[in-house]
């Protein structure tokens, strides 16, 4: 029996419930719909979804508070499209930061919240199977570094903090998440850019060249992350994932 995604849809206007709510059942798609946290708790303690259509701009826990929530529970792998009314960089910013998928500003068109949905979903099962995603809270060591994934920084072998920038945290943490599996450079920037990654295919060579220097790896013959002829790179090294003392 072939699988039909199963989408829920969390916002508090109900005309733009509605709408969407059609449109996705129209176009052959299993829709639920909740209009606060609440309700999408409700419902996810019971069932499960294939990605989840989050809105923003909500009263009592807007959707970057239970965008946080998801990534930290059970449903910290389903995939997350965030709407909002404003185009404000920040939210955008924040809600990538927060774990979400993709982002849409609002006002939208049907059309092209479910080409993003498509979309989303077919970068998600593009992930190499049996994969788990560390949560935040953990120390990932692998070689002489180690990640703290709460303050987002890399510690030497001394203790010593490196700082990294957004974009190369996000990189370093999708190696450090598929160990030793090679990933192909379209893996690497959907996972670690979402929308973004209309960006051409060099700028993963160029945030990879950038990593390699916080690890102080040689570029001609890297110990971490290696470079995988005709198909990607791959973290040469196994990782032990400890939890962080606070």
Avoid at 49 to 74: H, K, N, S, T, Y
Wanted: with cysteine; charged share 30%; net charge neutral.
């Amino acid at each position: 029996m072939e699988h039909i995604d199963h989408i829920l849809i969390v916002d508090d206007d109900r005309e733009i419930r509605d709408l969407v709510s059609g449109y996705l059942r129209k176009n052959g798609l299993r829709v639920t719909i909740a209009a606060d946290g609440r309700q999408m708790r409700a419902f996810l303690d019971a069932d499960r979804v294939d990605l989840i259509v989050l809105d923003i701009m909500m009263p009592g826990d807007d959707g970057l508070v239970l965008c946080r929530e998801l990534r930290a529970g059970r449903h910290k792998t389903t995939p997350v499209l965030m709407l909002t009314a404003r185009n404000d960089e920040t939210d955008r910013i924040v809600g990538l930061e927060m774990g979400a998928d993709d982002y849409l500003a609002k006002p939208f068109a049907a059309r092209e919240l479910l080409a993003r949905i498509k979309a989303v979903l077919r970068r998600a099962r593009m992930l190499p199977p049996n994969l788990q995603v560390t949560e935040a809270g953990q120390l990932l060591t692998f070689g002489e570094w180690c990640l703290d994934t709460v303050a987002r920084h890399l510690l030497d072998g001394e203790g010593t903090a490196v700082a990294l920038s957004g974009a190369e945290y996000r990189l370093l943490r999708v190696f450090l998440d598929h160990p030793q599996r090679v990933l192909s450079r379209d893996q690497l920037l959907n996972l670690t850019q979402g929308r973004e990654a209309e960006l051409f295919e060099r700028s993963i060579d160029l945030l990879v060249s950038r990593v390699r220097q916080r690890l102080r790896d040689d570029a001609r013959e890297p110990a971490y992350i290696k470079t995988v002829r005709s198909e990607g790179y791959v973290l040469a090294m196994p990782v032990e994932i400890t939890q962080a003392r606070r």
